[in-house]
């Protein structure tokens, strides 16, 4: 099933998610309306430049904020529960890392350097008293381990004494311990060689194959994103301006800027001329009214410097946020 707004039984529903920030330079609508919804299984990938606010995306999803917040509104339903509406309190201890859990960029700064990673893993069962001894806590971390590919040997080890994909990997079963319903991955290979990036995208397919996970994907990268998407959305200075079946969006993007972005990367099976975006992304404490891509677009019209578009709903189920489709 396709992500969207109007479906009561997923698993994750967004709707309007607004979070800006507090600067001395002024406000950044780091994200500003941003809707979609996912049903159980489903992998949604979140594409888009740096400082689109894909990251800020998924840190709203779990409350994980700054001290400068400004604005955080919407609603973020896991099945029929707004998580916008607990206190912090109960969300530390109902939703997050037990129905949302995040995979961060960085796995070595999750990492504690003086803690084995073995107590790391088990740590959130004890605290959540998921478990009652750490003999049990430890048990379920091997049996996590090895659905990882890693050894049970690393349980006794330090995060420095792991190489950067034993190390993601960690994080990875940090994030999979509480059998969360979601799980976040915010670049989860941004920092890893190729090969090491193929081993933990093999990972996480078998993740979701074997245990029925759901993910929000969040990567810069198209082709990664492929390998995993059920369903795929796309952010420009802060708003989503594409959502779309992966099926649809790799063979026919909508929006134009989805279009150069597919236009970017290379292909094995046809030679093609590659493609770029002119210019650079709107500063998001001052973005442009009308489409915030109309400085770059290369099938910009007249009203596109002046009105906002609407989301619309077009064939095979996609939507877009452009004036070309009304």
């Not at 109902?94 to 350097?113: E, F, G, I, S």
């Not at 420095?160 to 999979?176: D, K």
């Not at 998407?229 to 420009?236: H, L, P």
């Amino acid at each position: 099933m396709l992500a969207n707004t109007e479906t009561n039984s997923a698993l994750l529903r967004v709707e309007e998610l607004v979070l800006h920030y507090r600067t001395r330079a002024g406000t950044v609508q780091a994200v500003d309306g941003v809707s979609f919804s996912l049903d159980k299984g489903q992998t949604l990938a979140i594409l888009g430049e740096s400082g689109c606010g894909k990251s800020s995306l998924g840190r709203g999803l779990l409350r994980l904020l700054p001290r400068n917040v400004k604005t955080y509104s919407g609603s973020i339903f896991i099945g029929d529960l707004d998580t916008m509406t607990l206190g912090d309190r109960r969300y530390r201890r109902d939703v997050r890392w037990r129905r949302l859990a995040l995979v961060p960029q960085a796995a070595l700064n999750t990492l504690n350097p003086v803690l084995k990673v073995g107590y790391q893993v088990a740590e959130p069962l004890l605290v959540h008293r998921q478990v009652k001894k750490k003999s049990e806590a430890l048990e379920k971390v091997r049996h996590l381990f090895n659905l990882l590919g890693l050894s049970t040997d690393f349980l006794n080890r330090y995060a420095f004494e792991l190489s950067g994909g034993m190390r993601q990997r960690v994080a990875i079963a940090m994030a999979l311990i509480s059998d969360p319903d979601v799980v976040v991955l915010d670049e989860p290979t941004s920092a890893l060689d190729l090969l090491t990036q193929a081993n933990i995208m093999n990972v996480l397919k078998r993740i979701k194959k074997d245990m029925g996970m759901t993910f929000v994907f969040i990567t810069h990268d198209v082709g990664t994103a492929s390998e995993l998407a059920d369903v795929v959305a796309v952010m420009y200075a802060g708003e989503m301006v594409e959502l779309a079946p992966a099926e649809n969006f790799y063979t026919d993007p909508l929006h134009p800027y989805s279009e150069r972005l597919m236009a970017s990367v290379p292909t094995l099976r046809e030679e093609k001329e590659l493609q770029f975006i002119p210019g650079q992304p709107p500063s998001l404490i001052n973005p442009p009214g009308g489409c915030r891509f109309a400085a770059r677009c290369h099938k910009r019209l007249s009203q596109c410097t002046e009105k906002e578009p609407p989301m619309t709903i077009v064939d095979k189920g996609s939507r877009v946020k452009c004036w070309l489709y009304q």
